[in-house]
Structure formats: structure tokens, C-alpha cells
């Protein structure tokens, strides 16, 4: 069709009342009659309000928008990748720490106060401890655990958590936490940790050794240090 016989064409189209499906490869063409469009992509059918230009804006948009969060995925993916393999690496020195203070019974209900995001959980869990819980009054470190998929992660003060726990605990696992307790915080929470061990039962505490070398530096750098 000729120029004119084109725009008699879009003028009869778009004054008709009824429902038109137009294919065509004149992009003016479409501008000026189209109102929806139906993208037929990879399989599915989407559609768009508008004429073609619209319809290209519109789906450009979308795909930036698909392709942000696919990195975003991405890149989350690869965050708790590198938080697994540093938890990963860490499996000697805790398996050296820590093995002479497990339980034989893999049964036996093993919480770790401070547990900060989850990886000392993580390896016991992966050393096949099931009931092992840690709880930790940050909200971050507790977030990060949660999405790396470790269960039994519980954000909470420590006095509220262990008063309201039901669980006589086999082991609990204190590490760089106490010294950060004023003297009569400390022997109140022992008290109530006392209370929840099963007989037999164990507390170990990790806390700064103060005649290392750094201890000094360690101790100060922190304000919340109180012993």
C-alpha cells in the first residue's frame, strides 16, 4: 500500500468498534492503531497496554528488571557459598577444640549461647547432632545464619531464652561471651544454666586467655568488655 492508502487504512482501523487482531511489520503502522499487544517469547504469552514503542519501553524495562534480580540471586548464591566454605574451613580447628567436650550420643541436646551466624552450629549439625540450637541477641548475625539454611538459630536475650526453654540441655557452649557480662550477670546467668543441664551435663566456656599476647589489645578494643 501506498502512503495514503496506509493512513485511510489507520483511520478506518481505529474508528472500528470491534476487537482487531493486526500482524504486521510496519512499526508506524502499529504505533498508530495498536492499544495491546501479545509478546509470543520463549513459549509464553504476555501482554502490553499500548502501542509498539510502549510495548519495546515496556519490555525492556521488565527484562532489566529481570536481569537485576537474577543477578542479585546470583550474587546472594554466592555470598552464602563463601560463608559455607569459610564455616567448611573451620571444620579442623573446631573437630580439634571441641570433639573431646561432645557427647557420644548424637542424640544429646547441645545449645551454644553467642552463636552468632550459626557456624559452630553448622559443623555440629554437619557432624550429625541434631538437637542443636544457638541463640544470639544480634539480629544480623542470626539473618545471615536463617539464609544460609541452618535451623535452630534463635534471636533472643539469653536469660529470656533459657527461662523459657523446656529443653535440659546435654552440653552448652559459651565462646567470647561472658566477658562481656558484668560479675553479677555472670553468676545469675550460671545459675539458670545450672538449672538447665540435664545430669550430668556439661558447660564449657571459651573466653580471652588473659595472659596471652594480645590480650590487652583484645580486651580493650571491645567497650563492651566488663571482666
Known amino acids: 500500500l501506498d502512503i495514503f492508502s496506509i493512513k485511510w487504512l489507520e483511520e478506518h482501523l481505529r474508528s472500528f468498534k470491534g476487537l482487531l487482531i493486526v500482524v504486521s511489520h510496519d512499526r508506524d503502522f502499529l504505533n498508530a492503531i495498536c492499544t495491546h499487544l501479545l509478546d509470543i517469547d520463549f513459549g509464553t504469552i504476555r501482554s502490553y497496554t499500548g502501542n509498539y514503542d510502549e510495548f519495546l519501553a ?3 524495562l521488565s527484562q532489566e528488571q529481570t536481569d537485576r534480580a537474577i543477578a542479585n540471586q546470583e550474587k546472594e548464591r554466592a555470598d552464602q557459598q563463601r560463608f559455607i566454605d569459610k564455616f567448611k574451613a573451620n ?20 545449645l551454644e549461647i553467642g552463636c552468632g551466624d550459626g557456624g559452630l552450629i553448622y559443623w555440629l549439625q554437619q557432624s550429625g547432632y541434631q538437637q542443636v540450637a544457638g541463640v544470639d541477641v544480634s539480629t544480623e548475625q542470626i539473618a545471615i545464619g536463617n539464609k544460609l539454611g541452618i535451623p535452630h538459630l534463635y534471636e533472643a536475650e539469653l536469660v529470656t531464652y533459657l527461662s523459657s526453654s523446656k529443653v535440659q540441655y546435654d552440653l552448652i557452649i559459651a565462646r567470647d561471651v561472658f566477658e562481656h557480662f558484668t560479675r553479677q550477670e555472670f553468676f545469675d546467668t550460671l545459675c539458670l544454666i545450672k538449672s538447665k543441664l540435664a545430669p550430668g551435663g556439661k558447660l564449657v ?23
Open 205 to 227: 566456656i571459651q573466653s580471652p586467655n588473659g595472659q596471652g599476647l594480645h590480650f590487652i589489645h583484645y580486651y580493650y578494643s571491645d567497650i563492651t568488655h566488663e571482666m
Open 58 to 60: 515496556a519490555k525492556a
Open 91 to 110: 571444620f579442623p580447628v573446631n573437630s580439634f577444640y571441641w570433639n573431646k567436650f561432645l557427647p557420644a550420643d548424637k542424640n544429646a541436646a547441645i
